[in-house]
């Protein structure tokens, strides 16, 4: 092999290096892409949203750093989430599987939900039915209702309103106990109340420890309906949710 090709090889070599190393700088410290695989989100994530998620947004953790390696603990320039935030994070159980909740108690916050309505230190919130939603992509076809909601105030951000969808006011999680988040935890719950394990979900989900965050969700960059099998190319314009692409979640 002459120099001039052995050259050539070796700056190719090193161009990818740097680009893998540049791709996984943005990732760890900046932003990091994720995919919505279930519908516990719903209508704020779909199932085949492609979302990215700023890890600065908390500080870091081990949990921020690509396969979470246990290198140190706690939080650098950490700082809580807003009451209303929509948050990655890790499984408490595994410390692995990534969720994706709203996060509607910080520390301190009691929180309980009663006949299906959410209710922070004591106060339910509002919650005002727009109408009937139809759930599509996540299992059977279904017609439950839509509700706009308003989260109290947190420190630093005002009262967040979103929209929730309930199939009923009288579903397992739908009349809970009231928890107390203990420090340096906080409180997720799904959008799709009926149809998700979060922290209601005490021997599966529970208190989520604020080192275990990953980022907050900010914008959709793709979303993708399924309808279209990956050789149908033909099909794929009609499969893109092009309404989603670039909306900011919140």
Do not use: C
């Not at 979302?51 to 947004?57: D, E, G, Q, R």
């Amino acid at each position: 092999m002459s120099k001039k090709s052995s050259g050539g090889w070796l700056e190719s070599l090193k161009t990818i290096l740097y680009a893998g190393l540049i791709a996984i700088g943005i990732r760890t410290i900046a932003f990091e892409p994720f995919n919505i695989p279930s519908g516990s989100m719903i209508p704020t994530l779909l199932v085949g949203d492609y979302l990215f998620v700023s890890k600065y947004s908390y500080g870091y953790s081990r949990a921020s750093l690509p396969f979470s390696p246990n290198l140190f603990s706690g939080r650098i320039f950490g700082s809580l989430p807003a009451r209303g935030d929509v948050a990655v994070f890790k499984l408490p159980r595994d410390g692995v599987t990534d969720y994706i909740k709203r996060i509607v108690g910080l520390p301190g916050d009691r929180i309980q939900v009663r006949q299906g309505i959410l209710r922070v230190n004591g106060q339910p919130v509002t919650r005002n039915r727009i109408g009937p939603y139809t759930v599509e992509g996540d299992g059977p076809r279904l017609t439950v209702n839509l509700y706009r909601e308003t989260l109290p105030p947190s420190a630093d951000a005002p009262g967040r309103t979103h929209d929730i969808l309930e199939q009923t006011d009288d579903g397992p999680y739908d009349n809970t106990q009231e928890f107390v988040v203990p420090p340096s935890h906080v409180f997720a719950m799904g959008d799709n109340r009926d149809n998700s394990l979060d922290s209601r979900a005490t021997n599966y989900v529970g208190f989520v420890p604020v080192e275990n965050l990953v980022g907050r969700a900010e914008f959709i960059f793709f979303s993708w309906d399924g309808s279209a099998n990956w050789w149908e190319v033909w099909a794929w314009p009609f499969a893109v949710r092009w309404s989603r692409i670039f909306s900011g979640v919140r």
